[in-house]
């Protein structure tokens, strides 16, 4: 089966660049620049990322970056045909007019609360507790500070918010060092914790306590598509779309494979890590058109707490291509 789906994807690749050819014919043909995140956004293209290395002169090169300001410098300067980022900042992007459009979510939330406090079973048990979350204001932030409300929470009153570790590593090596008893946390730091202290345990799922609440995944992650690049090139952005879909797909269907690419990427640092973050990182490519009121409510909810996280305003309907 494994050989049956190799064979299929490098036929659907050399058709990307079959088509990619035909549209470019000059000796300086233009490369498709996808600039990527290390981590879960990386993680579900990486069949494709494997296969792309594997030719010599394919037109198609993934950038995979660090942070997402270095995909939104990429964006601004429109180094970037694709870019992966969080969805929050695609608004951001989209409602300063920079030409870029929203073609699908192909990550749907990665952010768990860990510890190693396994008293805690439900929402009220938090009450009195201090909990360590990363960057004041940004997405994480005002997520856990919305599931707090509306479980009945102030997040003002009700706990302590400690940001004394700003970033996710910072955040993940204190729990994981025993420094913060409760953290908020995402995939692949998730697992990279639990197998540095195995005493550290997933305590909400916050995906799974965002879907109970909006009945649709969290839409956390964009894939965005320059709209010139788009208008050009109809036939390749398909292919593109395809390839990324489908690698989504072999990444959940063949974890153990996946895991050894991830590895031999760099993109994490062992098979262990790897193997266990892919089923926590709700990988699912899915059109944006298909789930556009989910993508709506999801950005609603950052506007109504704190509009500036998505650019002041909710983007109009040509933010979803």
């Not at 938090?126 to 479980?151: C, H, S, W």
């Not at 969290?218 to 398909?238: D, G, P, R, S, Y």
């Not at 494979?257 to 790897?274: C, D, G, M, R």
Request: aromatic share 10%; hydrophobic share 45%.
């Amino acid at each position: 089966m494994i050989e049956i789906m190799r064979i299929k994807y490098s036929i659907l690749l050399a058709t990307i660049l079959i088509c990619f050819g035909c549209q470019h014919q000059s000796k300086q043909s233009h490369t498709i620049t996808i600039a990527t995140l290390k981590g879960p956004s990386a993680m579900g293209m990486i069949k494709f990322i494997d296969s792309i290395s594997t030719i010599s002169d394919s037109h198609i090169k993934v950038e995979i970056l660090n942070e997402p300001i270095q995909v939104r410098k990429m964006i601004i300067e429109g180094t970037a045909d694709f870019a992966v980022l969080p969805t929050t900042m695609a608004a951001i992007i989209y409602n300063k007019g920079i030409e870029y459009r929203l073609i699908a979510i192909p990550v749907w939330g990665t952010l768990y609360l860990f510890g190693n406090d396994t008293s805690i079973t439900k929402w009220e048990h938090l009450r009195g507790k201090r909990i360590n979350v990363m960057a004041k204001g940004m997405t994480p932030d005002v997520l856990f500070r919305y599931l707090l409300e509306q479980n009945g929470l102030d997040p003002n009153k009700d706990v302590t918010l400690d940001y004394s570790f700003p970033t996710h590593i910072d955040l993940a090596n204190a729990v994981a060092a025993g420094q913060a008893s409760l953290g908020v946390i995402s995939e692949p730091m998730v697992s990279m914790v639990m197998q540095k202290n195995t005493s550290v345990v997933p305590i909400f799922d916050l995906n799974n306590e965002w879907k109970k609440l909006q009945s649709i995944p969290i839409a956390q992650t964009a894939l965005l598509v320059n709209n010139n690049f788009a208008i050009k090139n109809h036939t390749v952005l398909e292919y593109i779309i395809n390839s990324y879909k489908y690698s989504s797909q072999w990444v959940n269907q063949y974890p153990d494979s996946a895991a050894t690419l991830l590895v031999k990427h760099n993109i994490l640092p062992n098979y262990e890590v790897a193997y266990n973050a892919i089923p926590r990182s709700n990988l699912m490519f899915v059109n944006a058109r298909e789930v556009r009121d989910g993508i709506n409510n999801y950005l609603r909810v950052f506007y109504e707490m704190n509009p500036d996280i998505i650019g002041g305003k909710i983007p109009n309907e040509d933010f979803i291509y």
